[in-house]
């Protein structure tokens, strides 16, 4: 039996069914006698209105045009998420995720004439994110960039950008994931980098006497996944606090107890870090949409929508019969409602997004400004967890100002559609996903209105 609690993700579960039809009935109607009292959010079509004959009516047979839609790119530069890893599965295709970044150059303190060199390594801290299977082993490879990071004229760089690198490895590892280990930091050995820029230290090399000359003979690194089959992408925090490359040494003394020290230069936060974020949809339900189109309807692709970030998919909505309610005369509509469905089992190893976003788009697919509440806060769906009978999990948008306002000029722009994603944020910085059902059952768009 479901009743009004948390869900497994942490949102509340709502009984609807357990809802008074006459109940539901009296607080529309007593909604929209205020309404028409104050005139407020009013949309009404028809005159003389007689109110004794009024009738609360509830639609949600309209038809709905759904597809799944491939941005040209994603901004994902300073996300302060490194992303790091490949993943493949019969669903998604294979996305493969490579990180770039600089150190930043700090002055370096002379050393002590008996120092000597121990070791080196870049050392990086779980953000406490990922994405696949984390139980398997993966490599992670770092290579030296043979040209300096640099943002187009906007500042930014995106998921397609990218910059060449020396293919040798300077420093590489094999490693279980542990994201919620208590162990939350990944040391990748570079010894022979290490010992250079300790022997540029240590006798006040050119390189390492200013930013500039620091810049242009340490351009940069890119962290990559290493050849086999991973099976995870993983998150690091990329900030100067969890991001460094460490330098240990000790100082010689015939003391047994020889004293350890370290040179730490941590991530250059201003020097644009970012992700690479590649993918291969061969073999997927979608494949289509990466051979010159940007979209594919539902209908090609299983009746499924899919939405995905870093990769860039969105699912869009459009309402081709929605002019329909245009012909009739004495009507107001009080609420509209999205209901969407996820694909029922597709969410077994990859959690559902806790949280949607709603953004106006139009014919040429862009992400125009996300939807608002009345209170001017961007829209986000209620989420209903069904964790008992997994039949009734959802996901349901109020999506009345955006109704009311497509219809208060009596036409409907059929290219003026919606586009269903995540937060901007996370849509930049993970690879979260969600298939959404577009057959059994269909996805919804609820009326409620009175007629009179």
């Known amino acids: 039996m479901k009743g009004i609690g948390v869900g497994k993700y942490g949102n509340q579960i709502i009984p609807l069914k357990g809802i008074s039809l006459l109940f539901l009935i009296s607080f529309i109607v007593g909604a929209w006698l205020l ?15 007689v109110q004794g004959d009024a009738r609360l009516q509830i639609v949600d047979t309209f038809r709905i045009n759904m597809s799944t839609i491939l941005l040209d790119s994603l901004t994902t530069s300073s996300t302060e998420v490194a992303l ?5 599965d019969e669903i998604f295709g294979s996305v493969s995720c490579e990180s770039y970044f600089s150190l930043k150059y700090q002055f370096f303190d002379d050393l002590d004439e008996k120092a000597i060199f121990d070791s080196a390594s870049f050392v990086l801290r779980y953000s406490g994110y990922y994405y696949g299977d984390t139980t398997s082993l ?15 004229d906007n500042g930014y760089l995106y ?9 040798e490895i300077i420093g590489t590892v094999t490693f279980y994931p542990g994201p919620n280990t208590g162990d939350s930091t990944i040391s990748i050995p570079a010894t ?3 010992e250079l820029l300790f022997t540029m230290i240590e006798n006040k090399d050119e390189a390492v006497s200013s930013e500039e000359w620091f810049t242009d003979y340490f351009k940069g690194f890119v962290l990559t996944p290493g050849p086999g089959n991973n099976s995870a992408i993983m998150g690091y925090i990329a900030d100067a606090e969890n991001l460094f490359f460490k330098i240990y040494y000790h100082i010689d003394s015939e003391y047994p107890s020889n004293e350890s020290k370290e040179i730490s230069i941590a991530i250059n936060e201003s020097g644009h870090p970012f992700n ?29 929508s899919f939405m995905q970030g870093g990769t860039g998919l969105l699912t869009k909505i459009q ?29 077994d190893n990859f959690p559902l997004p806790d949280k949607l976003y709603i953004y106006d788009t139009d014919k040429e697919n862009r992400v125009n400004s996300v939807l608002k509440d009345s209170d001017g806060n961007a829209l986000i769906a209620s989420f209903e967890f069904d964790e008992i009978f997994g039949e009734n999990t959802r996901y349901t948008f109020d999506i009345t100002n955006f109704i009311l306002s497509e219809l208060s000029d009596s036409f409907f722009d059929y290219e003026h559609g919606l586009l269903i994603g995540l937060e901007q944020e ?21 009326l409620y209105y009175l007629t009179y």
């Open 35 to 49: 309404s028409s009292c104050t005139k407020t959010n009013e949309f009404t079509i028809g005159e003389n209105f």
């Open 426 to 446: 996370k849509f930049r910085e993970t690879l979260d996903r969600l298939i959404i059902e577009g057959k059994t059952p269909p996805v919804l768009l609820r």
């Open 319 to 347: 309402f081709p019969s929605l002019h329909e309610v245009l012909y009739g005369e004495r009507w107001k509509i009080l609420k509209a409602e999205l209901i969407i469905e996820p694909v029922k089992n597709s969410y």
């Open 138 to 152: 993966m490599t992670m490879e770092v290579h030296q960039l043979l040209e300096e990071i640099e943002t187009f």
């Open 192 to 194: 022979s980098l290490g």
């Open 159 to 167: 998921n397609n950008s990218s910059f060449s690198y020396d293919p």
């Open 276 to 304: 690479n974020i590649s993918y291969d949809f061969s073999g997927s339900p979608f494949e289509n949409i990466s051979q010159g189109k940007n979209s594919i309807s539902s209908s090609l692709s299983g009746n499924h």
């Open 84 to 88: 790091v890893g490949s993943y493949s």
